[in-house]
């Protein structure tokens, strides 16, 4: 693959482009970024490595491609397989341009150094195998992977060891995932780290608008301070990527695909004498009372006719002498009353009422009718039940006498003392002066 150098790049003479393509061989496990490992890919002084992370996803993705194809820049892609299933397109757009495809797992889990061992089988198994079915070929997914949050673990290391995974950390961020960042401040991080370092690879998100619209000035600062483009990709004689276990079906149509059958082999005698002209049925034949001829016959394709055993002794109903229903039945309308809620009234006892109004003279006269007519509330309660029947005009005085009457029913009161109490208290009195005296 020749490098795409700024001077060979139409329609942009001043594009940055690719300064040179670097080809990383799988050895017994390899890792890069010093982020994570204790070395990085073997760059020269002012070399950046351009890394796109979590895609594809439209427009930000397309957008991404379009950037890079006006300055002539490839780049390494590491994609998350459910994404690369809903936009296999954008894949294939990418491998069309040039880009290294990676992968990044099947599903980004946000905890991946905590997955069971099954789980992150799965999630690397799938994630490969998504993204070689956007492709088409698995032969054109490059063994690079990216753990997703940079995350480690002994499982996770030995699981992409197993399958003979180049495993790409990063040597340096640009904090373009974090919320609300602008598009200035991502330029500004990146350049100032990537200085530092003088060269390294860069980790960012083709995911987010903040990243496309940084961006342009991000390549254009690369150019200006004098950084070069190095596109990493697999050796020729890299080993293929090995699974522990078969993947995971994609889709719920996956789950329920079976082997294919196996059809039994259709042998054709001779097409002329199988093929038969039928008559086309004509109105009469949908009519109620049809019957069929006694002996139907069928044309050949060879000119002979033939009869069909046993249509001559079938007995067919006669369909005229089915009685249909009268349509000329009119019912009578609804009424009003027909959809009335029918609720029958229970009897209920009579009971004295209150006159409305009272034509009283005095204010005595309209007491003692509303007295008359008030039905008794105390039946329990025979003193003023009496009270009330026998309220007096003056209404102060029968309400003192109710009282009185109910506290004589509730209260004891002491019995006066008679004349014999009486001596005897006079006799005991006198005892007792006489004692004390």
């Given at each position: ?115 069971p061992l099954e789980k992150l089988q799965h999630e690397i198994d799938d994630g490969i195998a998504a993204v070689s079915a956007a492709l088409g070929d698995p032969k054109e997914v490059a063994p690079f992977f990216r753990v997703p949050g940079l995350a480690q673990s002994e499982a996770i290391e030995k699981e992409l060891a197993a399958r003979s995974l180049i495993v790409f950390s990063s040597d340096t961020v640009a904090d373009d995932w974090f919320h609300r960042i602008k598009a200035s401040e991502i330029v500004r991080r990146a350049m100032s780290r990537l200085e530092a370092r003088g060269k390294g690879i860069l980790l960012l998100h083709d995911i987010h608008p903040a990243t496309v619209a940084a961006l342009p000035e991000l390549l254009k600062q ?216």
């Amino acid at each position: 693959m020749a490098p795409a150098q700024g001077q060979d790049c139409p329609g942009n003479p001043n594009a940055l482009g690719t300064s040179r393509v670097l080809a990383v061989e799988s050895g017994e496990y390899a890792r890069f970024g010093v982020m994570q490992y204790p070395e990085t890919v073997p760059l020269r002084d002012k070399e950046v490595v351009l890394t796109f992370d979590d895609g594809p996803l439209p427009p930000y993705s397309e957008q991404v491609l379009d950037i890079l194809a006006a300055q002539c820049v490839k780049a390494t892609y590491f994609l998350v397989g459910a994404m690369a299933h809903e936009f296999p397109a954008i894949v294939r757009r990418m491998h069309a341009a040039g880009h290294t495809i990676g992968t990044h797992s099947q599903d980004h889990p946000s905890r991946f150094q905590s997955l069971p061992l099954e789980k992150l089988q799965h999630e690397i198994d799938d994630g490969i195998a998504a993204v070689s079915a956007a492709l088409g070929d698995p032969k054109e997914v490059a063994p690079f992977f990216r753990v997703p949050g940079l995350a480690q673990s002994e499982a996770i290391e030995k699981e992409l060891a197993a399958r003979s995974l180049i495993v790409f950390s990063s040597d340096t961020v640009a904090d373009d995932w974090f919320h609300r960042i602008k598009a200035s401040e991502i330029v500004r991080r990146a350049m100032s780290r990537l200085e530092a370092r003088g060269k390294g690879i860069l980790l960012l998100h083709d995911i987010h608008p903040a990243t496309v619209a940084a961006l342009p000035e991000l390549l254009k600062q690369l150019k200006e301070r004098g950084f070069h483009i190095v596109h990493v990709v697999p050796a020729p004689a890299a080993a293929p990527v090995e699974m522990a276990g078969a993947p995971l079906t994609l889709t719920a149509a996956w789950a329920e695909r079976q082997d294919d059958p196996v059809w039994p082999e259709v042998v054709v005698t001779d097409p002329a004498t199988e093929l038969a002209v039928l008559p086309a049925p004509d109105t009469s034949s949908f009519d109620v009372g049809f019957k069929p001829a006694p002996r139907a016959r069928i044309m050949l394709a060879d000119g002979s006719a033939g009869a069909i055993p046993g249509a001559a002794g079938t007995q067919w109903p006669d369909g005229t002498a089915v009685a249909l229903p009268s349509f000329e039945v009119k019912l009578p309308a609804l009424r009003k009353r027909d959809f009335a809620v029918w609720r029958e009234e229970r009897p209920t006892a009579s009971a004295p009422t209150r006159p409305r109004h009272v034509q009283a003279a005095t204010h005595h006269e309209r007491e003692r009718a509303r007295t008359v007519a008030k039905p008794n509330r105390y039946p329990h309660k025979p003193a003023i039940a009496a009270a009330q029947q026998m309220r007096a005009p003056n209404q102060k005085a029968a309400a003192q006498h109710a009282r009185g009457q109910s506290q004589k029913s509730v209260t004891p009161t002491r019995k006066a003392p008679t004349r014999v109490d009486h001596a005897y208290r006079m006799d005991r009195s006198r005892r007792q002066v006489a004692c004390c005296s």
